[in-house]
């Protein structure tokens, strides 16, 4: 149903990546919340699997106030802020659930009634963007690397999960998948509801 500028038909992906979304979280089950709630931004959000690593509370803050917006900044630009990040209600929901005060030294989570007193002080960039949203145990960010190697792909294996290349050959799918997840089903959602504005939907 969809044209591109020179008017040939779009081929549109031979998988459902929405529905591919919900086989990897089943399949990662296990993961710690904390790694559940990474991978729940990139799928709400598009977002790479290195951009939600090392967010902070000022990000989240200064994207909407602690809603469902986080304003990433992009390594690529001189930390210039170039993406607003918008997040599902239920992965707002668990960010704020991780904000509980637990742990000690480094790793002591602040509770949300601290971020939103850190928020109204005079300097709240400060106080806030030392808090990351993602931290691991330690307090450290973690990193693409163990994202895609120690939980994405163990998990995938474990259950299984193949897709078509395009080719005909079913490989397992990687973290990229999960950035087209949320868009693909918008666009599936517009499709029923303007089944007739093809340039319309094409344009968006």
């Known amino acids: 149903?969809?044209?591109?500028?020179?008017?040939?038909?779009?081929k549109p992906k031979l998988h459902d990546p929405s529905r591919i979304r919900e086989e990897v979280f089943a399949a990662g089950e296990t993961w710690p919340k904390r790694i559940k709630d990474i991978?729940?931004?990139?799928?709400?959000?598009g977002c790479r699997i290195s951009e939600p690593?090392?967010?902070?509370?000022?990000?989240?803050?200064?994207?909407?106030?602690?809603?469902?917006?986080?304003?990433?900044?992009?390594?690529?630009?001189?930390?210039?802020?170039?993406?607003?990040?918008?997040?599902k209600p239920a992965t707002v929901e668990a960010i704020t659930r991780s904000f509980d005060g637990s742990g000690k030294g480094?790793?002591?989570?602040?509770?949300?009634?601290?971020?939103?007193?850190?928020?109204?002080?005079?300097?709240?960039?400060?106080a806030l963007e030392r808090i990351l949203l993602f931290p691991r145990p330690d307090g450290k960010p973690f990193t693409d690397w163990t994202?895609?190697?120690?939980?994405f792909v163990k998990a995938i294996e474990k259950a299984e999960i193949l897709i078509d290349d395009g080719n005909g050959t079913m490989?397992?799918?990687?973290?990229?998948?999960?950035?087209?997840?949320?868009i693909d089903e918008e666009v599936r959602k517009l499709d029923g509801l303007y089944p007739d504005q093809e340039r319309f939907l094409a344009g968006l």
């Open 106 to 126: 480094r790793s002591r989570r602040p509770t949300m009634d601290q971020l939103r007193k850190f928020a109204t002080i005079s300097t709240p960039q400060l």
């Open 39 to 45: 991978f729940s931004v990139i799928s709400d959000s």
């Open 1 to 10: 149903k969809y044209f591109i500028e020179s008017e040939e038909v779009y």
């Open 171 to 182: 490989v397992p799918p990687t973290p990229h998948i999960l950035r087209h997840a949320r």
């Open 53 to 87: 690593l090392e967010l902070t509370a000022w990000d989240w803050w200064e994207g909407s106030g602690f809603e469902d917006v986080i304003r990433a900044p992009n390594k690529q630009s001189n930390g210039t802020r170039v993406k607003d990040l918008l997040l």
């Open 147 to 151: 994202l895609r190697n120690t939980y």
